[in-house]
């Protein structure tokens, strides 16, 4: 695609992996004047029984003071038997020590919606698509 200034003809095309990384670093320049600096780590923790991992979860911190879960997963055969709460109450736990002021995470219909409402998570947000919808969950700590 194409586009005509007076000048000059702008293009637009797929990047590569160089370029990519480019826009990024020039995106987080700008927001450097905007954001305070993020606080560094992250939780990633799992739950084992007899050895055997059956759950995790995976979060990294951003600007603000917020924790982002990325990824919340219990095996099938040990679902609603307390396993994610544990998980969850132990992330919190540690994002307090990190200095989290905010836990957010996202879950489509099909997956954790009433379990993040149960431990205390707010829906802040959601849309309907065709086939699913995604909610957007925020707990302050």
């Not at 990294?60 to 997963?73: E, G, K, N």
Request: net charge negative.
């Amino acid at each position: 695609m194409s586009l005509y200034r007076k000048d000059a003809i702008m293009e637009i095309r797929d990047l590569n992996n160089e370029q990519v990384a480019e826009i990024e670093g020039k995106l987080e320049g700008y927001d450097s004047g905007f954001l305070p600096k993020p606080i560094g780590g992250g939780i990633q923790i799992g739950a084992f029984d007899n050895g055997q991992l059956i759950g995790g979860v995976d979060a990294c911190m951003t600007s603000f003071r917020i924790l982002y879960v990325s990824t919340v997963y219990v095996d099938e055969s040990y679902r609603r038997k307390g396993v994610g709460r544990l998980l969850m109450e132990e992330a919190e736990r540690r994002a307090k020590v990190l200095g989290v002021d905010m836990i957010r995470l996202d879950t489509f219909d099909w997956q954790g919606r009433d379990f993040y409402e149960a431990i205390g998570f707010t829906c802040v947000g959601h849309y309907q698509a065709e086939d699913f919808a995604e909610y957007f969950f925020l707990k302050r700590i």
